[in-house]
């Protein structure tokens, strides 16, 4: 049995006392092992991982669902406080990232922190370049191909290259793929690089259906026809289960809890699932 508690999240669900913010995190359990997925974006996941039992000695990997400070930047209160764990990263993850306000001003978005910093309280780092096998059931996949022309990806978000700055096209973003005896199930930070995108690329390398998808799906002010698009293409791929976090969007949480096809759900911070 694999366990998914949500340490952060944009809400918190019925136990009181946590810290809700905008920022996600989790803490999965799997084949005896505990990875940490994001850290949120400040010290207050540590202290709810505190409240929730999940300690720093506890944590086996480390991974980055990309580099937004969103998801990363809570790793420094970690490292301060004894992480020691193996971190995997995906490409390009220390290229510095920005919003763009197109006045020619820029909002820095990138995780706060420097390779440097990161390797010095890991374990060990890894690079992901395509996939990266974390347990007998859990592993890391990256590099998904732009299969959906449709499923955009907002011109705001940029990033500083050797080149200048370039629109952001999200090389480092990685996602959680849990083997279960209900098929796949995906774990994911942002989706920046579109979730059909990713989780039909995650079929065909596994040669299975992934039936649950678990975080965010970046699919806030996305608007209606880009939403429906979305759920119709995630049920014929053979997503039947959703739990829609962080930057999915009120409407499009709602409007996927209303379709009969689909069991919708949201992980607000303290709550969990149970996945076998």
Not at 39 to 54: A, Y
Not at 109 to 134: D, I, K, W, Y
Not at 233 to 247: A, E, I
Request: net charge negative.
């Amino acid at each position: 049995m694999m366990r998914i508690l949500t340490l952060m999240e944009n809400g918190t669900g019925a136990r009181r006392g946590l810290t809700a913010e905008h920022g996600l995190s989790f803490a999965v359990d799997a084949d005896g092992m505990r990875i940490l997925f994001d850290c949120g974006s400040s010290e207050n996941t540590v202290r709810n991982g505190r409240l929730l039992n999940v300690s720093l000695a506890s944590v086996d990997i480390l991974a980055f669902s990309h580099s937004h400070y969103d998801h990363a930047a809570g790793f420094r209160a970690f490292a301060e406080r004894g992480l020691s764990a193996r971190a995997v990263i995906g490409s390009c993850f220390f290229e510095e990232k920005y919003a763009a306000a197109g006045n020619g001003t820029y909002s820095y978005l990138g995780c706060g922190f420097s390779e440097q910093e990161l390797r010095a309280c890991a374990s060990s780092v890894t690079v992901n370049e395509r996939t990266v096998r974390l347990t007998e059931h859990c592993t890391l996949e990256t590099d998904f191909p732009r299969i959906y022309d449709w499923e955009t990806i907002p011109e705001r978000f940029v990033r500083l290259t050797e080149r200048g700055m370039e629109q952001d096209q999200f090389p480092d973003e990685q996602c959680l793929v849990l083997e279960t005896g209900k098929g796949l199930a995906v774990v994911t930070g942002c989706s920046h690089p579109g979730i059909l995108n990713m989780v039909t690329e995650i079929g065909r390398r596994y040669g299975k259906l992934v039936t649950a998808v678990i975080g965010g799906l970046h699919l806030s002010g996305a608007g209606g026809e880009r939403i429906s698009r979305t759920a119709a293409g995630l049920k014929k791929l053979g997503v039947t289960r959703l739990w829609c976090n962080h930057c999915t969007g009120r409407e499009a949480r709602e409007q996927m809890a209303a379709d009969p096809q689909l069991v919708c759900g949201n992980l607000a911070a303290g709550d969990c699932i149970f996945l076998e």
